[in-house]
C-alpha cells in the first residue's frame, strides 16, 4: 500500500489507490451484482491491483486482441484478470456512476476530484494508447472505449489537470467505438504530469509507463 497516504479503508474511500484502481474498471473492466473485474496486460500492475482490491488472487491467460483503431489486426497478448467479490459492485455503481448490469453509467467522478492524476492513469492505462509517429516525429495518445459518455468524462477531467492538455474531438472508431486524442505538442507535459512520483507509490504499469516514456524521448531527440 501507499506508504506516504496510508492504507483506505473501503474500495469507495478517495484515495489515490482506490482513485487508480477505479481508473483501471473504469478503462478495461465491469462492474455488476456480484462484483468488480478489472483487466490489464501488465503482471505487475495485476498484482498491485489485487492488493488495492485484497482479491484471493490473479487469474492469467493469453488472448488475440485487437488493435484499437483496427480491428483487421490481432495480437497475441496476456491478460491478468482481477476480481473483487460483493457488495462493492452496487455501491460503486450508486456513488461513482458506472455502468451497471446493462444501465449506461453517468460517470460522477467528482468523490475521486482530489486524486485526478490517478483516475486519468489508470484509465489511460486500461484504455489508452499510446504510438510513435515517425512520419511527424512526435508521440500520439488516444483514449479509446465503446463508451462515448465514459470518453466524455475523460474530457472534463482533462478540462481540469494543472498543465494544458488540449485534445480532439470524439470520432467513430472502425469497429463501432469511439476515440479521441491528446494533441501531440501536449502529450510530453500530460504524460510527465501523470507518471509524476508514481515510482514512490507502485501505482502503474511498469510497461505502460515505459513504452510512453522511451516513446517520448525517442520524439525529443529527432
Not at 484502481?21 to 501488465?42: M, N, P
Not at 483496427?70 to 455502468?99: F, M
Amino acid at each position: 500500500m501507499s506508504a506516504e497516504t496510508g492504507v483506505p479503508g473501503d474500495l469507495l474511500d478517495a484515495h489515490p489507490e482506490t482513485a487508480y484502481f477505479w481508473g483501471r474498471v473504469i478503462g478495461d473492466g465491469r462492474v455488476t451484482a456480484e462484483g468488480v473485474t478489472v483487466r490489464t496486460s501488465d503482471e505487475t500492475a495485476a498484482e498491485r491491483l489485487a492488493a488495492v482490491a485484497g482479491a484471493e488472487g490473479v487469474d492469467h491467460r493469453i488472448i488475440e486482441r485487437e488493435y484499437a483503431h483496427d480491428t483487421t489486426i490481432t495480437r497475441s497478448e496476456d491478460r491478468y484478470t482481477v476480481q473483487a467479490h460483493g457488495a462493492v459492485g452496487d455501491r460503486a455503481a450508486a456513488a461513482l456512476g458506472l455502468p451497471f448490469e446493462g444501465d449506461p453509467g453517468g460517470y460522477r467522478l467528482d468523490a475521486l476530484a482530489d486524486f485526478d492524476r490517478q483516475l486519468l492513469r489508470g484509465i489511460l492505462e486500461g484504455c489508452g494508447t499510446v504510438c510513435f509517429k515517425s512520419s511527424a516525429g512526435t508521440v500520439g495518445v488516444s483514449f479509446v472505449h465503446d463508451d462515448r459518455a465514459l470518453l466524455s468524462a475523460v474530457g472534463r477531467l482533462l478540462d481540469d489537470v494543472p498543465v494544458e492538455a488540449p485534445y480532439g474531438e470524439l470520432a467513430e472508431t472502425s469497429s463501432g467505438g469511439y476515440w479521441f486524442g491528446l494533441e501531440d505538442a501536449a502529450v510530453p507535459a500530460v504524460g510527465e504530469w501523470l507518471y509524476e512520483n508514481s515510482g514512490d507509490t507502485g501505482l502503474f504499469a511498469p510497461s505502460r509507463r515505459r513504452k510512453l516514456r522511451r516513446s517520448v524521448e525517442r520524439a525529443e531527440g529527432i
